[in-house]
């Protein structure tokens, strides 16, 4: 099936410095989101994406949290600065229309912050 | 907000017999389910979607919705050692496409 990659597989940081996550969507989706899932716990939602907008978002997107896609590269999600609590493995997916369109995820990245 | 429950937690069963996860959720209001298969250090697959009651196969896995019940079901048909993985229950709305994950049944199928 339609495959979503995720650059990196994981990433290790010291608290306070800023990290990127990558996402390539599948290429003719127009719907991007981000979720967490904490070790031991539920996935959980962040944030989904639609034209260059955040259409919606949870609790759990902190003010720290960004996210963009520019001219149709990597959907990306920008933690500044980072804490100990975002320490979690993060997951994209992408699809290509909102209503039931159903979501592909990548493999997730690792984050641990130290 | 939106509870989604899973059971059992983890579930081993022989090959060739019949695999049972049950989810609960609390919005009787919503329209799309769907499991997923999560193996270890891998995105999510998506086995089968269902958004009306009743039931839908897709190959060896069928899912069973019953709204009124706040329930929705997978049946894994003769089950292989690589199905072992967590399965996970996922809902959301027609509207808004906001997945709303349980906590995963660990299945382990032995040979």
């Known amino acids: 099936g339609p495959k979503v990659l995720q650059i990196p597989s994981h990433q290790i940081i010291d608290m306070g410095q800023m990290v990127t996550l990558n996402c390539d969507p599948v290429?003719?989706?127009?719907?991007f989101y981000w979720y967490k899932q904490i070790l031991g716990q539920q996935m959980e939602f962040l944030v989904n994406?639609?034209?260059?907008?955040?259409?919606?978002k949870s609790k759990l997107f902190k003010d720290q949290f960004s996210v963009e896609r520019p001219d149709g590269s990597y959907f990306t999600l920008k933690i500044q600065p980072t804490a100990l609590e975002d320490s979690a493995v993060y997951f994209c997916?992408?699809?290509?229309?909102?209503?039931?369109?159903?979501?592909?995820f990548g493999p997730g990245t690792r984050l641990t912050v130290l | 907000q939106q509870k989604v429950q899973q059971s059992p937690e983890s579930l081993t069963v022989s090959e060739g017999a019949m695999a049972s996860l049950n989810c609960t959720f609390s919005?009787?209001?919503?329209?799309?389910f769907r499991w997923y298969r999560q193996h270890s250090a891998k995105g999510l697959e998506v086995l089968v979607s269902?958004?009306?009651?009743g039931e839908k196969e897709e190959g060896r896995f069928t899912a069973h919705l019953n709204r009124a019940n706040l329930h929705v079901s997978l049946h894994i048909r003769e089950p292989q050692p690589s199905d072992s993985a967590v399965y996970l229950c996922?809902?959301?709305?027609?509207?808004?496409?906001?997945?709303?994950f349980g906590d995963g049944t660990q299945l382990v199928v032995k040979p």
């Open positions: 997916a992408s699809s290509y229309r909102d209503w039931g369109g159903e979501q592909y």
């Open positions: 290429s003719n989706h127009l719907y």
């Open positions: 994406f639609y034209n260059g907008k955040v259409m919606e």
């Open positions: 919005d009787g209001t919503s329209n799309n």
């Open positions: 269902i958004f009306s009651d």
């Open positions: 996922a809902v959301s709305m027609n509207s808004n496409n906001r997945i709303f």
